[in-house]
């Protein structure tokens, strides 16, 4: 059997919404042949060391450079979020070619931040 293909993951979500965060990966941990790395800051593992915004911006796209694709949830949060829209605003610029973006709509929501559409 040939050996599956890792994709590497940039999950960029709120913290305050970590529950669609948590669904989503349980949704990636339970798909049948597909491998992923997960590259996103998750709440109770943060960036420790930054010092301001331009740190942490860097931080961020160190934690992207080695991903395929970036997945932004959905929710209408996303549209209050500075950190998400810094976050796409990177993968589609801050990088010789840029990283895909994946809106993901979580099953149940009915209105999604114009932001990620």
């Known amino acids: ?19 669609a965060y948590d669904k989503l990966c349980n949704l990636l941990d339970k798909a049948s042949l597909f491998n ?6 998750p709440k109770d593992d ?3 060391n930054a010092r301001n ?3 942490l911006s860097s931080a961020i796209r160190t934690q992207m450079t080695p991903c395929h694709i970036v997945i932004v949830l959905a929710g209408v949060y996303a549209s209050y ?6 976050e796409i605003a990177l993968a589609s610029n801050g990088f010789a070619s840029p990283k895909p ?17």
Not at 1 to 19: E, G, K, Q, V
Not at 36 to 41: C, E, F, G, M, R
Not at 81 to 86: A, F, K, Q
């Open 1 to 19: 059997m040939p050996s599956m293909r890792t994709y590497n993951l940039f999950i960029s979500h709120s913290w305050t919404h970590t529950d």
């Open 36 to 41: 992923y790395k997960n590259y996103s800051v």
């Open 46 to 48: 943060p960036i420790h």
């Open 53 to 55: 915004i331009s740190e």
């Open 81 to 86: 979020s500075t950190w998400i829209d810094r």
């Open 101 to 117: 973006v994946l809106g993901v709509k979580l099953w149940g929501n009915r209105r999604t931040s114009t932001v990620v559409a």
